[in-house]
């Protein structure tokens, strides 16, 4: 069954320095979303991407962080400079059309350190 | 601001009993509604998806819809200490084409 595959599972980082989180959408999606989620908190919606662009973003998508798609197949969000508050699990999701179901990947845990 | 609101629990159920978990919606414009199931440490999985009002059945679950009322709900029949998990509300539309999730409803199913 095709799946949503996100690289690392876990990162440790140092404040201040840049990372990248690596998504596989399933191959025949359009819609790509990254999601993140603190320790003991809700699902909240990061940033949502189609047709090569940004479509949505929130308030916590702020300056310092990006996404691209480089490839046909994969999907980035890139943060420039963590913070201590950036420790979270952030999920990747992606799905065929709008109002269709959403699946996610199996996150990757950020740790800031 | 779209809300999406959950009891947090926890839900303790028996055994083989069913386990009634409630969502409700702020924005009367909303039109997909999902649930997923989430692990301690993993991902959001999907189980069901309701679009129109009534009921919609997938084996042991039964997904509601109440669109007047702003509620959609989800019953686990049978319950197996497996479904022990918490259970996430996604609620979309309204001129946002963004699923927006609840706190999530913690499921403790006991022998």
């Known amino acids: 069954e095709p799946e949503v595959t996100q690289t690392p599972s876990h990162q440790v980082t140092q404040m201040g320095q840049e990372v990248i989180l690596r998504c596989v959408p399933i191959?025949?999606?359009?819609?790509f979303y990254w999601y993140r989620q603190i320790l003991g908190q809700k699902v909240e919606f990061l940033v949502s991407?189609?047709?090569?662009?940004?479509?949505?973003k929130s308030e916590i998508f702020d300056d310092q962080f990006s996404v691209e798609r480089p490839d046909g197949s994969n999907f980035t969000l890139k943060i420039r400079s963590t913070k201590l508050e950036d420790s979270a699990m952030y999920f990747c999701?992606?799905?065929?059309?709008?109002?269709?179901?959403?699946?996610f990947g199996q996150g990757t845990r950020l740790t800031v350190v | 601001q779209k809300e999406v609101e959950q009891n947090s629990g926890p839900l303790s159920v028996p055994e083989g009993a069913i386990a009634s978990l409630n969502c409700t919606y702020s924005?009367?414009?909303?039109?997909?509604f999902f649930w997923y199931r989430q692990y301690s440490g993993k991902s959001p999985e999907l189980i069901m998806s309701?679009?129109?009002?009534g009921d919609k059945e997938d084996g042991r679950f039964t997904a509601q819809l109440n669109k007047a009322s702003q509620y959609v709900s989800l019953l686990i029949r049978d319950s197996q200490p497996s479904d022990s998990a918490t259970y996430l509300c996604?609620?979309?539309?309204?001129?946002?084409?963004?699923?927006?999730f609840g706190r999530g409803t913690s499921l403790i199913v006991h022998p």
């Open positions: 999701a992606s799905r065929t059309g709008l109002v269709t179901e959403a699946f």
């Open positions: 191959s025949n999606h359009l819609y």
């Open positions: 991407f189609y047709n090569n662009e940004i479509s949505e």
């Open positions: 924005d009367r414009g909303s039109q997909s």
């Open positions: 309701i679009y129109s009002n």
């Open positions: 996604a609620v979309e539309g309204g001129g946002s084409y963004i699923p927006t």
